[in-house]
C-alpha cells in the first residue's frame, strides 16, 4: 500500500458534544463579523457608518478572543501564546501575526517573521527544567588588552530536546522544521543536529471540508521507522486548518507499533477545530500555537487566515512539476540553505541515503 487516507467523517468523530456547542458558538460569532466585512467592503464613503462596523469588528473578536480563551483553559494538552504568556508579551505577537496576515507583505519579509515566530514557539514549547542553566563561554573578537571572553546563561533544555526527530508535513512545513532545529541546536549544549523524517502528505482540495481526505504518499516519503520509535516527535507547520494531516502521519506510524516519548505539534496559526480534533485524536500529544483563528470556511481554510503559507513561504509549484525537498532547499537560496547548512546535511542524509 503506497497512500494512506483519512477521510474527514473520521478526523470530525474525534469532537465531543460539547466541542462542536462550542465551535458552533464561535462560527455564530465570526458570521456576525462576516457582515460587518461585507459593509467595510462596500466602500460607501460613511465615515460614521464604517467607524461603527469597526466597532463591531473589534467587539466581536474580543468576544471570540475571550471564548477561545475560556475553551483552551480546560485543555491541558492546547498551549496558545497569548494564553500562557505575561500580558506584556502580547503586542509583539499581535503585531507579527498582522505582518503575516498582511496581503502587502512580500515574500522576504514572510520569511523573516516566520522565522521570529517559530522562535518565539521555540521557548514557549521547550523552557527548560525548572532553574536549571547551562552556561555559555564564547571567545569575543576584543583581544585587548588580552582575550576576552564572555558567559552567558540559558535555560537548560538539553532534557527535553535528547532524542527529538523533525518530522516534517511537507511542503510548507519544511523551512519550519528547519527552523526549529537550528534553535534546538542552539539551546542544546552538546550541539544537537535533529534527523528529520520527511512525509508526502497532501489533502484533496477537489473536497469540501465535510468531504476532505488526507493522502500520505508513503513513496515519496522518506523516513525510518526504527529511528522513530521512542522518540520525542516534533511536527512544525505554519498552519493547522483541520489537524487532518498530522493526525493521518501519528495514526500510521502508531499503527506500526512506533511509541513516541513525547508528541509535539507546533503551528504559527491554528484554527479551534482543528487543534481540539488533534488533542481528541491523539493521546499525549501537546499543540504549541502562536496565534488560534476561530473557525474554518467550508474549504476547510482557516478565517481571517493569511493564504497558503506554503506558497507564500516557497513559491507555487507547477501542477505537472512539483518540487522535490532538495529543489525546494536550492530555492531557498545560498543564504538561507548557508544559515540551516547542518539540517540541510541531515536532510539531504535522508533523501539521498
Known amino acids: 500500500m503506497s497512500n494512506v487516507v483519512l477521510k474527514a467523517e473520521d478526523l470530525n468523530g474525534y469532537l465531543t458534544e ?93 520569511v523573516y517573521y516566520v522565522q ?11 523552557q527548560g527544567e525548572g532553574s536549571q542553566k547551562n552556561h555559555l563561554i564564547v571567545k569575543t573578537p576584543v583581544t585587548m588588552p588580552v582575550q576576552n571572553y564572555a558567559v552567558h546563561k540559558i535555560p537548560n533544555v538539553d532534557p527535553e530536546i535528547e532524542d527529538t526527530v523533525m518530522c516534517v508535513m511537507l511542503r510548507g512545513a519544511l523551512l519550519p522544521s528547519m527552523i526549529l532545529s537550528k534553535e534546538i541546536q542552539e539551546y542544546s549544549s552538546t550541539g544537537y543536529v535533529t534527523p528529520f523524517a520527511l512525509f508526502k502528505i497532501k489533502r484533496d482540495d477537489t473536497k469540501m471540508k465535510e468531504d476532505m481526505e488526507y493522502i500520505l504518499d508513503l513513496e515519496k516519503s522518506y523516513f525510518n521507522l526504527k529511528e522513530l520509535n521512542g522518540k520525542n516527535l516534533v511536527f512544525a507547520d505554519p498552519m493547522n486548518a483541520t489537524g487532518g494531516s498530522f493526525v ?33 485524536a491523539v493521546e499525549g500529544v501537546t499543540v504549541y500555537t502562536l496565534w488560534m483563528d476561530p473557525i474554518l470556511n467550508d474549504a476547510a481554510y482557516i478565517l481571517p487566515g493569511l493564504g497558503d503559507a506554503g506558497d507564500r513561504l516557497n513559491g507555487i509549484d507547477l501542477p505537472d512539476k512539483p518540487r522535490n525537498m532538495i529543489q525546494l532547499i536550492a530555492d531557498y537560496g545560498s543564504n538561507m540553505a548557508s544559515l540551516y547548512r547542518d539540517q540541510v546535511r541531515k536532510i539531504e542524509e535522508t533523501i539521498l541515503g
Not at 461603527?52 to 473589534?58: L, P, Q, T
Not at 521570529?116 to 521547550?126: D, Y
Not at 495514526?251 to 481528541?280: E, F, M, T, W
Open 18 to 110: 460539547e466541542d462542536k456547542k462550542n465551535l458552533a458558538s464561535m462560527n455564530a460569532l465570526y458570521s456576525r463579523a462576516m457582515e460587518s466585512y461585507a459593509r467595510l467592503n462596500k466602500g460607501e464613503g460613511n465615515p460614521a457608518a464604517e467607524a461603527a462596523e469597526r466597532n463591531k469588528i473589534i467587539s466581536l473578536y474580543e468576544e471570540m478572543g475571550k471564548l477561545m480563551q475560556d475553551i483552551t483553559s480546560r485543555e491541558e494538552a492546547l498551549k496558545v501564546y497569548s494564553f500562557e504568556t505575561p500580558q506584556i508579551k502580547h503586542g509583539e505577537v499581535s503585531r507579527l501575526i498582522a505582518k503575516l496576515r498582511d496581503i502587502r507583505t512580500g515574500h522576504d519579509e514572510f
Open 116 to 126: 521570529r515566530a517559530f522562535e518565539l514557539l521555540f521557548n514557549l514549547a521547550w
Open 248 to 280: 493521518t502521519i501519528i495514526k500510521y506510524l502508531l499503527d506500526q507499533g512506533i511509541k513516541p516519548k513525547s508528541i509535539k505539534v507546533l503551528n504559527v496559526i491554528a484554527a479551534l477545530k482543528g487543534s481540539l480534533q488533534i488533542v481528541r
